[in-house]
């Protein structure tokens, strides 16, 4: 069974500084994927960043980067150079790769969520 | 523009009663899921379906029931069997992994709150 578990309920941050969001998850699979979104006040779902189990380089987009450690299990996003719209809640989720014996695992998981304020 | 479109934003519930929350992509997308979204508890999966005419109960399926009828819509009905139905639901879809692989990201609504009165 799929488990993402991220233990910060909450996270502050002063605007300028980077912020780094914990996201552990747990497979037996050798092929997942590992997403982040942000949710605003709004409650829109924006996707961020996506890393792959076979990925060698650690995933980039912009301010935010994922800090991949594949034997730990571990997806950290950072997020460098926070700013006051960076305030939201952030998500980690993951898929597992689909097999033709289970017919295919379109299951995408959430983890609970990290609550970042950023601070003026 | 392509996106998903939930309605309503807002919707209030008598108890006992049925209610259907419509879900609308113009994504062309193959899949598509329903969450709920409780204060602390993120997001549980409801029912996904990958192909027309079929789905699939997620980790929170009782008390609800959807239909997959056409391409583009995946309607959510949260039946008088659902006994907490107050929450935050959140329709999302994607480009089936086994036609992309796992790297396909999900587009989501913008959700509907559902309050039972």
């Known amino acids: 069974a799929q488990k993402i578990t991220q233990t910060q309920p909450g996270m502050f941050v002063q605007e300028k500084e980077a912020v780094t969001l914990d996201c552990t998850y747990d497979?037996?699979?050798?092929?997942?994927?590992l997403f982040w979104y942000k949710q605003p006040s709004s409650g829109e779902m924006i996707f961020l960043i996506y890393?792959?189990?076979?990925?060698?380089q650690n995933a980039t987009e912009g301010r935010y980067s994922l800090n991949f450690q594949k034997a730990r299990k571990s997806a950290n996003l950072v997020i460098s150079a926070s700013q006051l719209g960076d305030s939201a809640m952030y998500f980690c989720?993951?898929?597992?790769?689909?097999?033709?014996?289970?017919?295919?695992?379109?299951?995408?998981?959430f983890g609970k969520g990290t609550k970042l304020t950023v601070n003026p | 523009d392509g996106g998903i479109t939930q309605s309503p934003k807002y919707l209030f519930r008598k108890e006992g009663q049925n209610v259907t929350l419509s879900c609308e992509q113009n994504?062309?997308?193959?899949?598509m899921y329903w969450y709920r979204q409780d204060p602390g508890q993120g997001l549980r999966l409801i029912y996904y379906s990958q192909i027309v005419n079929d789905f699939q109960k997620g980790d929170i399926a009782e008390g609800y029931s959807v239909s997959r009828e056409k391409k583009e819509s995946f309607p959510l009905t949260v039946t008088s069997a659902q006994k907490n139905p107050t929450a935050f639901y959140l329709c999302a879809s994607s480009i089936p992994p086994s036609r992309r692989g796992i790297s396909t990201e999900a587009f989501f609504g913008q959700g509907t709150r559902l309050t039972v009165v």
């Open positions: 989720a993951m898929r597992e790769a689909p097999t033709y014996t289970q017919g295919g695992s379109e299951k995408l998981v």
């Open positions: 890393q792959g189990s076979y990925d060698e």
């Open positions: 497979t037996s699979d050798q092929s997942y994927g």
């Open positions: 994504l062309n997308h193959d899949a």
